[in-house]
């Protein structure tokens, strides 16, 4: 965010801090420090402290050109900081959930939040007061601006849904439906007449004309994030499942796509039935539902409804007949797959649940969550019985170990936690990562003299630890993005890796070298642009990197 003078930028991160920076040097001026969460957005309001008739708890500005700003974080809450002062002036509270985007109105009064509760909340800057709570999403809510005139409110959706609010009544005016995935990015035109909305899920931007409420141009060309991997038992073949609504099975040897099965969302979690005869896949911004795959038809075989927000992640227990789903509405149900029924639901957790893995006897499950923990539950009875709470931000993915003496849990707090099963206690933290840590996995045998965990992370990197030392062994390179998934084969011989940028590397685990890498279909794929006149070499470069051929 660039300061209305443009001398400075301000960033705020998963470390919970707001950061300063000069823009012409460089340089690091002020470190904001107060929040208990991540950081998911900052904004300078576009008049000074001063001007807006403000005062700092009582005391004399040290300048009075300096502008608020403004910071939202995870940890449900909004601060107001005089950034060179590196004070906070006010901390708003009233969002249930972690507070996604802020935005100031044009004459700095009113501050406007947006918030994974599904809420927009509008804010008297002096007094830190709610004026107005606007509800009519029906997903989390990502972004939000004010229009250039400070009459109207633009806010995006999970569901893809851009809304347009009257500021002044808080009554929505208009919904835009286009985009199939989560909005995180929006604009307005200086005369406000046009309004840019990107969606991080569909590769989509749209050009809207506000006031008609239309579409006037759609805008693609990006890549496929891989969320979710799982080799089959035979190790031939490897499951995919990505953003662009696809689950994919592959031949590792060859590297050829074998099959392509159309969901009905964004797939974020894979797992497979203990026979390898179903497959399970999850995820989705329109529905709360998940489905079944027949491996043997490679048909849809049923679809399970019960939770009421977004299902992030799967697993099969390992003899029941039972499958676990983890969700944003913050519980985790088992189901009979016999007859489809949810035996139970668990609820303990106090954000989106994240993760979900049973252990290899089945006598436990693990969770992870928004929430900052990991829980246990024993799967017979549903009760929780105990709560893993040492990580200072999400917990992306849980995992056993071979024997199920340990798990171990990721996080967007940069490190990896080894946890005693017996006794609940953090036997080791696993640091190296720069950033979040978005996956992990132990290896699967117990062939090796040292026990091995694999992270994957926002830095993509895959690194190789020995557990009992807490030693970094070896890092691999060769992602551009993010790893979001991990998986290794039944016989330990192969590690599969999947990135935000739509590749998937397998590595041999003895030698960690790179096997194979195989590349999700670009949105131009195959297009052949040999014979096209008017494209400049810089846009031939980008439609060559999705997809496009010149032969």
Sequence with gaps: MLSPNDQFIASGGSDQT??????????????????????????????????????????????????????????HTIRLWNWQSGECVKTLEGHEQGVWAVAFTPDGQQLVSCSIDQTIRIWDVQTGQCLKVLTGHQSSVWSVIVSPDGQ??????????????????????????????????????????????????????????????????????????????????????????????????????????????????????????????????????????????????????????????????????????????????????LWNLADGACVRTLKAHEEIVWSVAFSHGGALLATGSYDHTAKLWAVETGECIATLAAHTDQVFSVAFSPDDAMIATTSSDGSIKIWDVATSECLKTLTGHSGFVCSGTFYPLGDRPESLFVSGGFDSQIKIWDVASGQCLRTLQGHTQTVWSLAFSADGQMLASGDENATIMLWDAQSWQPLKTMKLPGPYEGLNIANVTGLSEAQKTALHSLGAVSH
Excluded at 20 to 32: A, F, K, S
Excluded at 38 to 62: H, K, M, W
Excluded at 193 to 222: A, N, P
């Design 18 to 75: 707001v950061k300063i920076w000069d823009r012409c040097t460089g340089e690091c001026v002020r470190t904001l420090q107060g929040h208990t969460s991540a950081i998911r957005s900052v904004s300078f309001s576009p008049v000074s402290l001063a001007e807006s008739g403000a005062t700092v708890s009582g005391t004399t500005l040290l300048d009075s050109t300096v502008p608020w700003l403004a910071s939202a974080s995870l940890d």
């Design 152 to 333: 109207y409110i633009a806010s995006g959706s999970q569901t893809g849904v851009v809304k347009i609010w009257h500021l002044p009544t808080g009554r929505c005016e208009k919904s835009f439906i286009g985009h199939t995935g989560w909005t995180w990015a929006l604009a307005y035109s200086n005369d406000g007449e046009f309004l840019y909305s990107g969606s991080y899920q569909d590769s989509t931007m749209r050009l809207w004309k506000t006031h008609q409420g239309h579409c006037v141009k759609i805008f693609s060309g990006f890549t496929n994030e891989v969320w979710s991997l799982a080799f089959l038992k035979e190790g031939q073949r490897l499951a995919s499942g990505s953003h662009d609504r696809r689950v994919r099975l592959w031949n590792v040897d060859t590297g050829e796509c074998l099959q392509s099965l159309e969901h009905s969302s964004p797939v974020m979690g894979l797992s497979l039935s203990p026979d390898e005869t179903l497959l399970a896949s999850s995820g989705g911004y329109e529905g709360t539902d998940f489905s079944l795959w027949s491996l043997r038809s490679n048909q849809l075989e049923k679809r399970l409804a019960g939770h009421t927000r977004m299902v992030h992640a799967v697993d099969f227990h390992p003899s029941k007949g039972w499958l676990a789903s983890a969700a944003e509405d913050q519980t985790v149900r």
